[in-house]
């Protein structure tokens, strides 16, 4: 109980848990406005072999390991010899220091859990669309040309289970972000990018305080609960 408390009463770990918030918050609404985009572009008509195409590349940023990604991305934004840099410096920009400047580092980490999950809510959001009523979808553009009033009435209510289990899954994953963030960042710069599942891990094995780190963890486990049941009662 005492672990508790103390955790409870941590500025530390509640400013940990303010900054995957913020990170839910920021990469979450653009995912799922991307994803949305992606799915209804892959269901139109007439794309063919670019359609395929274009599944199977969606596949492969999910598909690589955590810890790849996060060596990856920490190659891709070094300050001297990283892709986006050399892209930035294509615009007649100076180098940006990502991973060793506070905003820049979240800034990062944030554009690159939005490169890998951007795809799992589009291939989520393609198949809920996919069951819409093709003789529904047609009446309903015979009944009108607003293309808003087909969208809101007619596919987005088949969208809503999926948009459901993407918010669930995403908050819940993002919660736990931990493998991408450490090879990454590890933490830093400072503590700008030490989400709650980086704390827990510091706590637990760095400090080798086991009863904080698991009362940390526990308290984890009933906000992500607490939110699922909030996304499901107030979208489903």
């Known amino acids: 109980l005492e672990n508790y408390g103390t955790v409870l009463t941590d500025m530390v770990f509640w400013e940990a ?18 994803g949305l985009g992606i799915a209804l572009l892959l269901h139109q008509p007439g794309i063919g072999f670019l359609k395929t195409l274009t599944r199977l590349s969606l596949v492969l940023p999910m598909a690589t390991t955590y810890a790849v990604v996060g060596l990856l991305g ?12 050399q892209l930035i410096g294509f615009l007649g920009f100076g180098p940006v220091n990502w991973i060793g400047d506070t905003t820049n580092a979240f800034i990062a980490v944030a554009f690159w859990d939005i490169w890998q999950w951007t795809p799992f809510v589009a291939l989520v959001l393609l198949a809920g ?21 087909v969208r809101r009435h007619v596919q987005l209510p088949f969208l809503i289970p ?8 995403r908050t819940a994953d ?3 972000l931990f493998d991408m963030v450490f ?5 830093g710069p400072g503590s700008a990018t030490e989400f709650v599942s980086l704390l827990i891990q510091r ?14 963890a526990i308290i984890l486990l009933i906000v992500t609960i607490i939110l699922s049941q909030l996304y499901i009662r107030l979208v489903y």
């Open 17 to 34: 848990m303010g900054r995957t918030f913020t990170l839910i918050a920021i990469a979450l609404p653009i995912q799922i406005a991307l």
């Open 183 to 187: 090879t990454m960042t590890r933490g």
């Open 203 to 216: 706590v637990g094995f760095r400090s080798f305080d086991q009863g904080l780190a698991s009362a940390q």
């Open 74 to 85: 920490q190659v891709m934004f070094n300050i001297k010899y990283g892709v986006i840099n």
């Open 162 to 169: 999926g948009l459901v289990a993407v918010l669930i899954l």
């Open 129 to 149: 669309r996919t069951t819409v009523p093709g003789e529904i979808e047609e009446a309903a553009n015979l009944e009108t040309k607003s293309w808003w009033t």
């Open 174 to 176: 993002t919660l736990k």
